[in-house]
């Protein structure tokens, strides 16, 4: 690759972040959406806690010895505003593959000399910038609602934690982008996967409470590990040092998962162009 | 001109009618069907069940007797996901209907036929029951079988109260439809104030943890009571009022939510013929 594809590609970059902001921005009623669900969702499952504490200082001792942390409200909002994040970048590159598809403008994108890694990753930097609006709209929530705060320190800890995730959680946002061009709706699949990372990753427990089988299913996924971290990180004053093992494994899976979604996402790009399949929906 | 009660009858065929047509076009998608019936599992009983067990003391949901009065927190959760059944039956399907209707084009010939416009929502809240009673019972057979509830002999109350939660649940279809029509793009909207609906109706917990002037908007709502009802029959649990009490308020809130919802949807209606907007999307 040349200096000047390079030097194409990132403007090519730029340009698809620009545009998937400007269709984001004329439906108003997502922008809401991103100011709702982070304090909402969280935010029923602190009732729920409370309801299941029952005011008994002997089940938020067992919360304690489980999870940590007394911080029940904290738990709680960084969980599921990690899950929010994770559905975004996990279900966003093979979602706006399937939005051009239907629109019939996937065909004309692919005839560009831009690289695929535009294609596919291009819409995610735009879908980043909300990522880091929720983790801040939870951030004010937590402080304001429930007097959690949460220092530069922490949060610089935990922007390391989310860097080294990264790899991981984009390269299974290819896969699903692979296997949207090789099947189409994948809707069902999408779902089945998300209440999957529900069941076992831990966005409202901590992952001990779980049976052995379901545990070990638990430390095989990339999002167990960024969830336990940046609860770490953010509620337990934990160092990165402290949480270095789990970032060894999270970036070891990034790699591993990044070079099994190039070859699938190479591989079904063949299929769907051999095929005259890219326009098909 | 038709006597009252042949244009009954004949409404009432025709209400039919379209919630067959509802249930044929759901049967075709059928893993979408098959997801929409295991959604409530991952989504709100599994992450439930462990939270629980975060506070558990003994293994025993010592906190949940303190709220709720019973420490069958599987139980208690399992019939929370009937009332998200019956708010997805008022809310998503016609909603959902609605918007293929408008999408599709289909919705202005429909209403130039000689039935009424409220036949309409209610053949899609029909279909929307039809299609929660059936999720029900299989999730009830899920429950007996993987989590050992033992519900279903108690559950005889449940027919009673879900009958008249009905009325309910026809009228928030009604006012949902009404905003779909003003709205267009109404998705946010809808997913929303389902989740205030079930989370106030008590679904995922006690609402006497709810604030106190938040708790008055959770009396106003009928599944409330039918939920509680079904509790205090399958679980003892202590109910919200005397029971003959709970059994008025449920009657009156859903004649109230019928009422309300339908002068919305008649007023909106009007509205949309004197502006000619009908098929627009």
Redesign the interface.
């Known amino acids: 690759m040349s200096l000047a594809d390079l030097r194409g590609d990132v403007r090519a970059f730029g340009a698809a972040t620009i545009k998937e902001w400007r269709i984001l921005r004329r439906?108003k009623?997502?922008l809401?959406?991103f100011v709702?669900?982070p304090i909402?969702?969280p935010l029923?499952?602190v009732?729920?806690?409370?309801?299941?504490?029952?005011?008994?200082a002997?089940?938020?001792a067992?919360?304690a010895a489980?999870?940590g942390t007394n911080e029940v409200a904290g738990f709680l909002f960084v969980g599921w505003a990690t899950y929010m994040w994770l559905s975004i970048i996990l279900w966003g590159p093979g979602t706006s593959l399937r939005t051009e598809q239907v629109r019939g403008s996937l065909e004309a994108i692919f005839l560009t000399p831009a690289s695929r890694l535009v294609v596919l990753f291009g819409p995610a930097i735009s879908q980043l910038v909300w990522a880091i609006w929720i983790f801040a709209v939870v951030g004010v929530a937590l402080w304001l609602g429930f007097g959690v705060s949460i220092g530069p320190l922490e949060a610089a800890r935990a922007l390391g934690v989310i860097l080294v995730g990264i790899p991981a959680l984009y390269a299974i946002g290819a896969l699903f982008a692979a296997v949207v061009l090789r099947f189409g709706e994948v809707?069902?699949l999408v779902?089945?996967v998300r209440?999957?990372f529900?069941?076992v990753c831990g966005?409202?427990?901590?992952i001990v409470?779980?049976p052995d089988l379901a545990q070990r299913v638990a430390l095989s996924l990339p999002p167990t590990y960024l969830i336990a971290d940046l609860r770490a990180v953010l509620l337990t004053g934990a160092g990165i040092g402290q949480v270095a093992g789990d970032l060894l494994i999270l970036a070891a899976m990034g790699g591993l998962l990044a070079v099994l979604a190039a070859y699938a996402f190479r591989r079904t790009e063949q299929y769907a162009r051999r095929g005259g399949r890219l326009a098909q929906y | 001109m038709d006597r009252p009660m042949d244009e009954i009858r004949n409404e009432w065929r025709a209400a039919r009618a379209i919630a067959r047509k509802e249930l044929l076009v759901f049967r075709r998608y059928r893993?979408?069907a098959?997801?929409q019936v295991?959604?409530p599992?991952?989504?709100t009983l599994?992450?439930?069940v462990?939270?629980?067990?975060?506070?558990?003391?003994g293994g025993e949901?010592?906190?949940?007797?303190?709220?709720?009065g019973t420490t069958d927190?599987t139980g208690y959760l399992f019939l929370g996901m009937l009332a998200l059944n019956l708010g997805s039956a008022g809310f998503w399907a016609v909603a959902y209907s609605l918007k293929m209707e408008l999408d599709a084009g289909t919705l202005e010939p429909g209403w130039l036929t000689p039935t009424r416009r409220e036949t309409f929502v209610i053949g899609m809240t029909l279909a929307g029951l039809v299609f929660a009673l059936l999720a029900t019972a299989i999730l009830l057979a899920i429950g007996t079988w993987f989590f050992g509830a033992q519900l279903a002999p108690r559950l005889v109350v449940a027919i009673p109260a879900l009958a008249v939660a009905s009325i309910g649940v026809l009228g928030i279809g009604y006012l949902i439809g009404a905003i779909v029509l003003r709205?267009r793009?109404?998705?946010?909207?809808v997913?929303?104030t389902d989740?205030?609906f079930v989370?106030l109706s008590g679904a995922?917990?006690?609402i006497?943890?709810?604030p106190e002037a938040v708790r008055w908007i959770s009396y106003l709502l009928p599944t409330t009571y039918a939920l509680d009802l079904m509790r205090v029959a399958a679980l003892d649990t202590r109910p919200l009022l005397a029971v003959p009490l709970e059994w008025v308020a449920m009657a009156l809130t859903s004649v109230a939510l019928v009422a309300v919802g339908r002068a919305a949807w008649l007023s909106t209606e009007h509205r949309m013929r004197m502006l000619g907007t009908i098929g627009q999307h």
């Not at chain 1, 009732?47 to 008994?56: D, K």
């Not at chain 1, 966005?203 to 901590?206: I, L």
């Not at chain 2, 793009?185 to 909207?189: D, I, L, M, R």
């Open positions: 439906y009623g997502s809401l959406s709702f669900w909402a969702l029923a499952y009732f729920q806690a409370h309801a299941f504490s029952g005011g008994r002997d089940t938020a067992a919360f489980r999870t809707s069902a779902q089945g209440g999957l529900t069941a966005m409202s427990f901590p409470v779980l | 893993l979408n098959v997801n295991l959604q599992l991952y989504q599994i992450p439930g462990l939270l629980g067990a975060t506070f558990a003391v949901a010592l906190g949940l007797a303190e709220t709720a927190l709205m793009e109404g998705n946010f909207f997913d929303a989740f205030i989370a995922a917990f006690p006497v943890v709810l």
